[in-house]
């Protein structure tokens, strides 16, 4: 069974950065795919990032330029580093994976959300003006 476990939230001011952090295990990265994902309140759940099982990687336009997706498979971490942070980032953020998936990850980005079976609990992000 595949366990997230994301933390790195917190509260910043506009302009800032945060790092989101996401501990796997069970899953197998080389058939698989991984994403984040941001909720804000009252808003649909969007899928801001996506690594492929080959490791390439897809953004949102959202945030597409400011946020930047990695994956340390030593530490089985996935990360992401987000910059420029703007109010409207504001959201929590969840952690997703799918243990087969082998589809581009612009693919897996226009899919959305459901495409992912396993998610974290999530880690809230909040960016005061």
């Known amino acids: 069974e595949i366990k997230l476990i994301e933390s790195g939230g917190g509260s910043v001011q506009s302009g800032g950065s945060l790092t989101l952090s996401c501990v796997v295990s069970g899953h197998t990265y080389s058939s698989g795919c991984m994403g984040w994902i941001r909720q804000a309140p009252g808003k649909e759940r969007e899928t801001v990032s996506v690594?492929?099982?080959?490791?390439?990687?897809s953004y949102s336009e959202s945030v597409r330029g400011r946020f930047t997706t990695s994956l340390n498979k030593d530490k089985n971490t996935l990360y992401l580093a987000m910059n420029d942070l703007r109010p409207e980032d504001t959201a929590m953020y969840y952690c997703?994976?799918?243990?087969?998936?082998?589809?581009?990850?612009?693919?897996?980005?226009?899919?959305?959300?459901?495409?992912?079976?396993?998610w974290g609990q999530g880690t809230q992000v909040t960016v005061s003006s």
């Open positions: 997703a994976a799918d243990s087969s998936c082998f589809a581009e990850s612009s693919y897996i980005l226009r899919q959305g959300p459901s495409r992912f079976d396993y």
């Open positions: 690594i492929d099982s080959v490791q390439r990687k």
